[in-house]
């Protein structure tokens, strides 16, 4: 079905952001369905107004202007708003199958949910499966469907290593991988390093993809992903006695923690499983950016919330003080011993050359 595209409503951008920000689902979905009765497409209206606003609403959680509460209640309009468009619209005759769902995780499905409308509304038999869906689950189902490919969803990088193994899972069943997201970096670097097919940051540059001579049909395995070490490996077992030891090491070097109340201690905590988290992710690829850009927007978001710059590199030292003794200790554990060889200061040369460029990206941001 062919559509003339038409400018969205001079004022309809303001209508929607004010519905937004006023928690109302009824004139935030009547200011979208007023676009479609214009004429304006759907795909259109959820790029050109549910995205842009989406991307604000994060802005404005991100600056302390809106709590979680807010922002979830904005999320779950855009998410009605996506539903109307898509049930006032009719598709085409089916072009094949494809499956949609967020990787493990991955909790922020109104991505995905916008890509899943798009491909349907463009001719596509979807099926749609939402957030955070295991591997095992994803397997079964690709088996019981045999899609012509599997579109990922994931906006949050610590998620990449369940990334993988979907992508693994899928490829594995000889069904190509479209990946998309925040998570996957800002060019889509991640998702190809991982054994994704192809990448696209939005659902019209999907759809161009898939729909280009260049896609496969089908796939063969994922190729293997090299590591130079096992740090990752050794971060993540280690994850509960490393925020517990960072936490200990913090309160020693910063005596004023003494007066944390238990909330101020759970945010402290958070933060640091965060940190451990990237770290980790980064370490699993092998790309230094992913540790130091999420250590830069720690520092921004904490700063809003009028927590200095300084605590983060004051965690990124605490972190780094406690990493031997923890890591020697959990490697002396009987349980671990028939699975991690010994430890020694050559296994983590690279992680803490990791933390170290994670401390130069947060020093100028001391400063300011």
Same mark, same amino acid.
């Given at each position: ?109 109104? $991505? !995905?949910?916008? *890509?899943?409308?798009? #491909?349907?509304?463009? @001719?596509? +038999?979807?099926?749609? &499966?939402?957030? =955070? %869906? $295991? !591997?095992?689950? *994803?397997?079964?189902? #690709?088996?019981?469907? @045999?899609? +012509?490919?599997?579109? &990922?969803?994931? =906006? %949050? ?212």
């Amino acid at each position: 079905m062919t559509v003339t595209a038409a400018e969205l409503s001079a004022d309809v951008r303001d209508r929607y952001w004010d519905a937004l920000c006023r928690g109302d689902r009824t004139a935030a979905v009547a200011a979208a369905l007023g676009e479609l009765e214009r004429g304006v497409p759907a795909i259109q209206i959820f790029d050109e107004l549910v995205r842009p606003a989406q991307l604000e609403v994060g802005r404005q959680w991100a600056t302390n202007s809106w709590g979680v509460a807010r922002e979830h209640v904005a999320t779950s309009i855009s998410e009605d708003v996506v539903a109307a468009l898509g049930a006032r619209t009719v598709s085409g005759p089916a072009r094949g199958r494809i499956v949609v769902t967020c990787v493990e995780g991955e909790w922020h499905a109104l $991505p !995905a949910r916008i *890509l899943s409308e798009s #491909l349907r509304l463009s @001719g596509w +038999d979807v099926s749609y &499966l939402g957030a =955070s %869906v $295991p !591997a095992p689950h *994803l397997v079964s189902y #690709l088996h019981d469907l @045999g899609p +012509d490919l599997v579109a &990922l969803s994931c =906006s %949050v990088s610590t998620s990449l290593q369940r990334a993988r193994r979907m992508i693994e899972a899928a490829r594995g069943a000889g069904v190509p991988v479209l990946a998309g997201g925040r998570g996957f970096g800002p060019d889509g670097r991640w998702a190809l390093a991982l054994g994704a097919n192809g990448w696209a940051p939005d659902p019209t540059a999907a759809l161009a993809l898939i729909e280009s001579d260049s896609w496969p049909a089908f796939t063969d395995p994922a190729p293997p992903l090299e590591h130079p070490d096992d740090a990752h490996v050794r971060l993540r077992a280690a994850h509960a006695d490393l925020v517990d030891a960072t936490m200990a090491e913090l309160a020693r070097r910063f005596p004023p923690m003494a007066a944390y109340g238990a909330e101020q201690r759970a945010r402290t905590v958070e933060d640091i499983g965060y940190i451990l988290d990237f770290l980790t992710a980064a370490l699993f690829l092998d790309d230094v950016e992913l540790f130091t850009d999420f250590v830069g927007w720690l520092a921004e978001i904490l700063t809003a919330r009028g927590v200095p710059a300084a605590a983060v590199q004051l965690g990124l030292d605490a972190l780094d003080a406690v990493l031997d003794a923890v890591l020697d200790t959990a490697t002396d554990r009987p349980s671990d011993a028939a699975t991690a060889p010994a430890a020694t200061a050559a296994d983590w040369s690279r992680t803490r050359s990791f933390l170290a460029c994670g401390k130069e990206r947060v020093t100028p941001l001391t400063a300011q």
